[in-house]
C-alpha cells in the first residue's frame, strides 16, 4: 500500500517550509534538541518568539483545523498535520502555552456561547497565552485523586489548594484548570472544569526548574480566589470528562516523533563526518545497525501519527489510538537520547555553550529532558492502561 499527500496538501507543505525558513532563521540551534514544554526549542528570547506567533495567527495557521465561524480557516486535520510536522522539523514555536491546541478545541466542543466569543478569537489572533492547571504533587498519573477545591459561594466559586508542573504560568494570562466541587461524589464524578484569569487576585506562582536548567514550570497556589460561575466548562462535577478530551488533543500530536527525527539526521551525519579509532563511527557495525533500527522506528512513529489525524479528518475522536501515538513517540524519544550519547561518547555530556560540545550541545540537553518524556501528558503506565482498556477492551485488573 503506498501513502500520499494530495497535490494541494503537498503544495500547503512547501508553503510552510518556505515560510518558516524565512521567518525563524535555522542558525540559532543552541538548545533546540530537547523537548521543551513550551513547544519549541531553546535558544531564543520569548518576545521573537512571540512575535513569530503574531505572524502565524496573521495567515490563520494557529488554528488551521479550527471551523472558520471560530477563528479557524477549517483547513482539514490532515492540513493541520502538515504545520505540525514541518514546525516540529524546523524547530520553530508552532504555539505558546495550550490555547491554539487544547483549550480552543475544548471550548468549541463543550463551551458556551459566551465562552466561545470570549476566548476563541484571542487564541485565535495569538493575544492571550493559556497554561494548564491539573497536576497537583499528589495527583499526576492518577489525576482523578485532585484535592484543589472550588467551593460555591453565591456568583462564584471559591479555589483553594496547589497546582504543579505548570508550563508557562508565569507568563500566562489564562488557565484551564480542575478543582474538586464535590468531595463526596466518586472521585471522577466531583471535578470540574473551569477557566480562570490569572490576574485574579490570591494566585501565587513559584518558578520551578527542570533538569536542563529551564525554568519554564511552576507551582501555582490558589487563596481563595474567586472564579466566577461563567467561567465553569461544561456540566458542575463533569470536568473530568471535558479534560480527558483535552488531553487527548494533548496526545495526539506529531511533534514529538519530527522534532527527534531532525536530531536524528544530525546524529547519523555526524557519524558519518567523524573519525574514531582508525574510522568513520558509523562504520562500527553495532552503531549503524542501531541508528538504522531508529531509522524504522521514526517512521513507524510518523504513521502512528497520521493515523490519529486522518481518524480526525473522519470526524472520530482517537482515544486509544493518541495514546499509542504517544506512548511510543515518548518511549522513541529515550532510545534516540541514548543512541545519540552513545555515538558522541564522552562529547555528548557537553551542554550548549562549550565550545568542544559536538552538534552545539543538543544531545546532552535531549537525554537530559528525555527523561521527563514518559511522564509528561501521561506515564507509559497511563497510556498502556488506556491501550488496554479502551483500545484493546481488556477488563480494569
Not at 1 to 15: Q, T, V
Not at 190 to 213: H, V, W
Request: charged letters at 25%; a neutral charge; one cysteine or more.
Amino acid at each position: 500500500m503506498e501513502f500520499r499527500f494530495s497535490p494541494e496538501e503537498d503544495a500547503f507543505r512547501r508553503e510552510v517550509r518556505g515560510f518558516v525558513r524565512g521567518e525563524w532563521p535555522q542558525e540559532v540551534t543552541e538548545g533546540a534538541g530537547a523537548e521543551s514544554p513550551l513547544g519549541y526549542g531553546g535558544g531564543r528570547g520569548f518576545e521573537e518568539m512571540r512575535s513569530f506567533q503574531k505572524k502565524l495567527a496573521r495567515k490563520g495557521w494557529l488554528t488551521l483545523a479550527w471551523p472558520k465561524e471560530h477563528g479557524g480557516l477549517a483547513a482539514g486535520h490532515m492540513n493541520q498535520l502538515i504545520y505540525n510536522e514541518e514546525m516540529a522539523y524546523h524547530r520553530a514555536p508552532q504555539q505558546l502555552g495550550v490555547g491554539p491546541d487544547r483549550v480552543g478545541p475544548t471550548i468549541i466542543v463543550f463551551g458556551n456561547e459566551e465562552q466561545k466569543g470570549r476566548h476563541l478569537p484571542a487564541i485565535a489572533g495569538a493575544e492571550v497565552i493559556w497554561c494548564q492547571g491539573f497536576s497537583e504533587p499528589g495527583s499526576g498519573s492518577d489525576l482523578a485523586s485532585l484535592q484543589t477545591a472550588a467551593v460555591a459561594e453565591g456568583d462564584y466559586f471559591v479555589v483553594n489548594g496547589q497546582k504543579i508542573w505548570t508550563s508557562l504560568a508565569n507568563v500566562a494570562d489564562w488557565m484551564i484548570l480542575l478543582a474538586r466541587t464535590d468531595p463526596d461524589a466518586p472521585k471522577h464524578k466531583g471535578i470540574s472544569y473551569f477557566l480562570l484569569d490569572m490576574k485574579t487576585p490570591g494566585i501565587t506562582i513559584q518558578p520551578l526548574a527542570d533538569m536542563t536548567g529551564r525554568q519554564t514550570f511552576n507551582q501555582v497556589f490558589f487563596d481563595n480566589v474567586r472564579v466566577p460561575r461563567d467561567c465553569l466548562v461544561g456540566e458542575l462535577n463533569r470536568g473530568w470528562y471535558v479534560a480527558a478530551a483535552t488531553l487527548d488533543f494533548e496526545r495526539s500530536g506529531i511533534n514529538r516523533v519530527v522534532a527527534g527525527f531532525r536530531t536524528y539526521e544530525e546524529l547519523v551525519a555526524y557519524s558519518r563526518e567523524t573519525a574514531r579509532d582508525g574510522g568513520r563511527i558509523i562504520d562500527r557495525e553495532p552503531l549503524r545497525n542501531k541508528l538504522a533500527e531508529l531509522h524504522i522506528e521514526f517512521h513507524a512513529g510518523r504513521l502512528l501519527a497520521y493515523r490519529v489525524a486522518w481518524l480526525q479528518s473522519q470526524g472520530r475522536i482517537p482515544n486509544a489510538e493518541a495514546s499509542i501515538s504517544k506512548l511510543y513517540g515518548s518511549e522513541l524519544q529515550q532510545r534516540l537520547a541514548r543512541a545519540g550519547i552513545e555515538v558522541l561518547g564522552l562529547g555528548g555530556q557537553l551542554k550548549p555553550g562549550s565550545r568542544w560540545a559536538p552538534l552545539a550541545g543538543r544531545i546532552a540537553d535531549y537525554y537530559v529532558a528525555s527523561v521527563a518524556t514518559t511522564i509528561a501528558a501521561g506515564t507509559s503506565e497511563v497510556m498502556r492502561n488506556i491501550i488496554a482498556m479502551r483500545g484493546l477492551g481488556l477488563p480494569r485488573g
